[in-house]
C-alpha cells in the first residue's frame, strides 16, 4: 500500500508492554501506527498528524486518558477524531460515562481480544478513508466551481465587450451612411433638378424624372438603414424620445396600439444606460411582433434615484420565461441588463398576455431638465 494512504492511528500507553503488544496486535492492518507513552506526548502527536482514530489508554500519571481526550478535543484539527478508550475491567463501570463526556466512541476492556480490536479499529480506518475521499471530492468540485464561475465571468466580459463594439460599430457605420452616402444622393438629386430645368426635350425631361424618383426612394433607403443601425433621435434627444418614436414606428408598421406612460420630469441618462434600455425594447417589440399577436402594448418608463424601470404589458396569447430560456433574444436582452447589473424578468400565462420588466441601476445621478 502507497504510504501516502496510509491511516495514521494513535496509540496512547505509558506502559511500554502494553503500547508494544497493540502495536504487535495491529501491525497486520498496514496502517500507519503511531506511539506515545504519556499524553503530552499525545498531545503534540495529535498537533502534528491527521490522524485517523486514537486508542487511549485511561489510566496515564501525569495527564490521564479522560484529559487528554478533553484536550485534543478542544483542538480545531483533532476535534473531530474519534477516539476509543482502553481501560480494565475493574475501571469500566466508573469510568465509561466520564469518558463519553470527553468524547469517547467506544471502549475497550483489557485485555483486548485481537479480533475485536481489528475489526474495530478496520471500521473507522475505513470511515476515514471514506471521509478523505470526501473531502477531496468536495475540494475538486469546489475547483471546478471556481473555474467555472471565472469562466462565465469572463464570457460575461466577453459578451459585453462585443456589445459595447458592436454599438460603436454600427453607430459608425450610421455616420458614415448618413454623411457620405446621403450627401453624395444630395447632390445627384441637385444635379438632376438642374438638368430638368435645362431640358426641353421630352423623352430627356422624362429620364431624369425617373431618376429623380429612384433618388428619392434611395435616400429614404438609405435614412431607413442608418436609422436601423442607430437612431439619430437616441443621441440627439434621449431615451425618452426615442422609445416613443420606436413605438410609433411599431404602431404605424404592426397596428397594435401602444399607450406610452413617461415620468413626469424629463431625464438625462449616460449614453451606455440609455442604450442598452433602447436595445432592450427593441426586442421586447420584435418578440411581440412575431409571437404575441397582441392588439396592444402599455409602455412605462419610470425611475427612481438610483434605478431606471421599463415595464411592457400585451394582451397577447401569453408568454413564461421558462417556455423562452434557450431564446436567443430573450438571452440578449438579460445579458444586456446583466452587464449593467440590471435584470429582465418575464412574466405571463396563456391567454392573458405577457409582462416585461426590466430594472437597471443608475450608475450616476439623474440630470432633470
Sequence with gaps: MDVALKANILLVDDDPKSLYALHALLESLDQSLLL????????RCALDHDLALILLDVRMPGIDGFETAR???????SQLTPIIFLTAAADKVGSIFRGYEVGAVDYLVKPLVPEVLKSKVSVFVDLHRKGAALSREIAERRVAEQRARESEE???????????????????????????L??????????????????????????????????????????????????????????????????????????????????????????????????????????VARHSSATKLDIELSHS????????????????????????????MKERALRLGGTVNITGSPGEGTRVLVSIPIASPIAKL
Design 36 to 43: 506515545a507513552r504519556s499524553g503530552e506526548e499525545a498531545l
Design 71 to 77: 484536550l485534543i478535543r478542544a483542538r480545531e484539527r
Design 154 to 180: 469572463k464570457l460575461r466580459a466577453l459578451a459585453a465587450h462585443l456589445i459595447t463594439v458592436r454599438e460603436e460599430e454600427r453607430a459608425h457605420i450610421a455616420r458614415e451612411i448618413h454623411d457620405e
Design 305 to 332: 434615484d438610483d434605478r431606471l424601470v421599463l415595464d411592457v404589458t400585451d394582451n397577447g396569447v401569453g408568454f413564461s420565461e421558462a417556455n423562452g430560456k434557450r431564446s436567443l433574444g430573450l438571452l440578449g
Design 182 to 287: 446621403g450627401q453624395v444622393l444630395t447632390g445627384l438629386k441637385m444635379d438632376v433638378a438642374w438638368l430638368e430645368n435645362s431640358l426641353n426635350d421630352k423623352s430627356l425631361l422624362e429620364k431624369t424624372e425617373s431618376m429623380r424618383r429612384l433618388l428619392d426612394a434611395t435616400i429614404h433607403t438609405v435614412r431607413k438603414i442608418s436609422t436601423g443601425l442607430r437612431p439619430t433621435v437616441l443621441d440627439e434627444m434621449g431615451l425618452v424620445e426615442a422609445i416613443s418614436w420606436q413605438a410609433t414606428e411599431f404602431q404605424k408598421r404592426t397596428g397594435v396600439r401602444c399607450p406610452i406612460k413617461f415620468p413626469a420630469e424629463t431625464v438625462t441618462l449616460d449614453q451606455d444606460l440609455s442604450t442598452t434600455t433602447f436595445r432592450i425594447f427593441q426586442e421586447i417589440l420584435t418578440n
